[in-house]
């Protein structure tokens, strides 16, 4: 928000957490995929465990950029 300064507001994302069923005491298991950058916007951290299963279902891996992570099918 930069409107103190005569700025616009700013609106984007900053996380974005995948739910992978129940963890510990029976309380969510997640995994923050994308977390705040450099300028608050999201950035990939974690491979998402269902990764496999977006591509398959048409999701453009090259979105989740991330040189370390695993291929599958021989997309990144």
């Known amino acids: 928000d930069e409107s103190a300064t005569g700025g616009p507001k700013h609106r984007f994302v900053s996380h974005v957490v995948e739910?992978?069923?129940?963890?510990?005491?029976?309380?969510?298991?997640?995994?923050?995929?994308?977390?705040?950058?450099?300028?608050?916007?999201?950035?990939?951290?974690?491979?998402?465990?269902?990764?496999?299963?977006?591509?398959?279902?048409?999701?453009?891996?090259?979105?989740l950029d991330h040189a370390s992570w695993p291929t599958f099918g021989g997309l990144r």
């Open 19 to 63: 739910i992978a069923g129940l963890g510990e005491s029976s309380r969510p298991a997640t995994t923050t995929v994308f977390g705040p950058g450099d300028d608050g916007r999201a950035v990939p951290l974690h491979q998402p465990s269902c990764l496999p299963e977006l591509v398959r279902a048409g999701f453009d891996p090259g979105l």
